[in-house]
């Protein structure tokens, strides 16, 4: 009986112990990752930015004694009236333009190669991976000499044509549609479904995993770009809030009270835009197509 | 509805040839089931009477249209998978009626169709409902409706019964049966269960490395099968064959022991079949020892040893024997199938 109660209870106690390491490992990840964000909320509602300053090595850091929204009001009237919002706004369309128009082209390119009956597909395809492991920043001074040569300095379309199209949402797309069973655009086809209507009408309603997750890397990958922009923007009419932040570290001072308000402020579009397409991150009926 | 002509039908893969010019003509609103092995090559030449495959050689004809270069959409077929391939976001109704959709049918048009279909396959209370809230076999169901709203000239299924519980299938095979005689829309049936060709088909047509073996009615081919292959596919339990050489006293199977021929048997035979149902117990006739005996209460299937071969042995009425035992078994001579040294059925 004692050997058999010590036999149930071993188990039970490993299985608490790994529970509480478990416990503790996900807590010192959230704590690396969320305190930093809690810091820079902190900050934002403090009123004197060399105290910011000072305050950053200890746990002063984390407290505010006076909060106030000053810091916000400044940022949004900074370098005129509501410049702040036009830069806002700037980033925004970008965001939603590139994000919409690269969910159209990368998945109708990863439906074709997964799919359609195109001539070197499989050579295309090793170009489109061969493609993904060259760095952005490799391309960009011949990228800003075709966009300069093309009149496209300082507009919308330089910050969004040159990234709608990319290796790495199309072969995301690829694998995706690769893995649907082939019966579903066989009988599309036996249906009179066109290539077009089949993308449309039955693999992209499919596809909402796929499709939340290219918004989301490639919504955040819009949303923080910097160096591009500031190559290409030379004044305020195109230019994202990620440049415009930047203008808050002068060569002479530094204004961190507004830089972490306007930090703040960049960081809720992007953290909603994440919220609204995580749910679909995990979810997926694709597996009811078939037996089951 | 409409005939579908092949003709010396082939097909590559490379420099591989699955399909060696088959030969079908099937007639207008014919129930044609093609039964073979896995990789036999079935699959691939319903997928090219649907489009879904390239021909590389020959010609296959719906009704007088050539289709070699048709694609599917405009072949007027329609198609029941394996596996459904119903679309997953498209409510039952929606599933239906998306081939009207894209032909441009009217809203009522394809309401109408759709109703039709699902009353024909009671599926009335399932029309909202998406696929994954049904079972194996109302999706099973669905498939068949998609196929029915098209009214096209000819049905095509591949193997759609396999993924169901043998209960199941038993009742769908009746179903596609009794909806082919209410429809009598021409229908090409791809399985791998013989017992499935034999039940639901007009003609079965069965085939073998890309070869067709044998064409014909269930039972003509259950009673004169063309070869040694055929004879052991169609049939279950499976037709005994029994190795040796006929002679003027009888087939002197391998092991010395003796098989009595039928009268006017041709020479030259090596191989002697006969059906399991077809061997009675008769204590005059040839001996065997009872090896297993497996009662299934409608009838009783006895394995026997007869010289270096095991017999099956089927016998309707209840029998009181056990491992050990000999027997005395006597072939219904008229049902007596011999082979020659290639295979054929002599």
Redesign the interface.
């Known amino acids: 009986m004692s050997d058999l109660a010590l036999s149930v209870k071993k188990p039970a106690a490993a299985l608490n112990g790994y529970r509480f390491v478990q416990s503790i490992s996900v807590f010192i990840i959230a704590l690396v990752v969320i305190s930093p964000l809690f810091m820079l909320f902190i900050a934002s509602l403090k009123d004197d930015r060399f105290q910011i300053l000072a305050d950053m090595g200890s746990f002063r850091a984390f407290w505010v004694d006076h909060p106030t929204f000053n810091n916000f009001r400044e940022v949004g009237n900074f370098a005129g009236e509501l410049a702040f919002g036009r830069y806002l706004g700037n980033s925004l369309f970008i965001l939603f333009s590139t994000v919409s128009l690269g969910l159209i082209v990368n998945s109708m390119a990863g439906f074709i190669l997964a799919w359609g009956s195109l001539p070197g597909r499989a050579l295309i395809l090793a170009v489109v991976i061969a493609l993904y492991v060259i760095p952005q920043e490799s391309i960009i001074m011949p990228l800003l000499i075709i966009v300069s040569r093309a009149g496209l300095s300082d507009t919308f379309t330089a910050q969004i044509l040159p990234f709608v199209a990319s290796p790495l949402y199309t072969f995301l797309f690829y694998q995706f549609f690769a893995q649907l069973p082939k019966e579903l655009y066989e009988a599309a086809a036996i249906d009179g479904a066109s290539i077009f209507r089949t993308w449309w009408s039955i693999f992209i309603p499919l596809s909402l995993p796929a499709l939340a997750t290219v918004s989301i890397l490639m919504g955040i990958e819009t949303w923080n770009q910097y160096l591009w922009p500031i190559l290409i923007t030379q004044t305020d009419y195109a230019r994202p809030i990620s440049v415009a932040i930047a203008t808050f570290f002068g060569q002479d001072s530094i204004y961190w009270d507004r830089a972490m308000a306007a930090s703040v402020l960049m960081m809720i579009p992007i953290l909603l835009f994440y919220l609204v397409f995580q749910r679909w991150f995990i979810s997926s009926f694709v597996g009811s197509a078939v037996k089951g | 509805m409409a005939k579908v002509s092949i003709e010396n039908v082939a097909k590559f893969y490379g420099n591989h040839q699955v399909i060696h010019g088959i030969d079908i003509d099937i007639a207008d609103g014919e129930f044609v089931t093609l039964v073979g092995p896995s990789g036999c090559g079935k699959s691939t030449l319903l997928r090219m009477i ?3 495959e390239e021909i590389s050689a020959g010609d296959i004809r719906i009704g007088d249209r050539l289709v070699n270069d048709v ?3 405009e072949r007027d ?3 029941v ?9 498209m409510t039952v109704a929606q599933n239906m009626g ?2 009207l959709k ?2 441009g049918e009217s809203r009522a048009a394809i309401d109408a169709r759709v109703q039709e279909a699902a009353a024909i396959l009671a599926l009335e209370p399932y029309l909202d409902r ?3 809230q049904l079972s ?1 076999g109302q ?1 099973q169901r669905v498939a068949m409706g ?1 196929a029915i709203v ?1 009214d096209p000239q000819v049905f095509l299924f591949d193997e759609p019964l396999s ?1 169901l519980d043998a209960k199941l299938r038993v009742q769908m095979r009746a179903e596609i049966k009794d909806l082919h005689q209410r429809l009598g829309t021409t229908t090409v049936y791809v399985t791998h269960d013989q017992i499935e060709a034999m039940t639901m088909a007009d003609r079965i047509v069965v085939m073998k490395g890309g070869v067709v073996e044998q064409i014909g009615r269930p039972l003509e081919l259950y009673d004169h099968p063309a070869n040694l292959f055929v004879a052991t596919f169609i049939g279950s339990p499976a037709m005994n064959l029994v190795k040796g050489k006929a002679g003027n006293g009888g087939f002197v199977a391998e092991g010395g022991a003796v098989l009595p021929l039928p009268p006017g048997a041709k020479a030259g035979a090596v191989t002697y079949g006969i059906r399991p149902e077809h061997l009675a117990l008769d204590e005059a006739g040839f001996r065997a020892e009872v090896v297993v005996v497996e009662p299934t209460g409608a009838e009783t299937q006895v394995l026997a040893r007869f010289g270096t071969t095991m017999l099956v042995v089927v016998l309707r009425e209840r029998v009181d024997l056990n491992p050990g035992d000999s027997i005395g078994l006597r072939p219904d001579l008229s049902t007596v199938h011999l082979f020659g040294e290639d295979g054929r059925r002599l």
């Open positions: 649907a489009g879904l694609p599917p959409k077929i329609a198609m998978f394996q596996n459904y391939a119903l679309y997953p976001h998306f081939a894209l032909k998406l696929p994954k194996g999706r998609r098209r993924n």
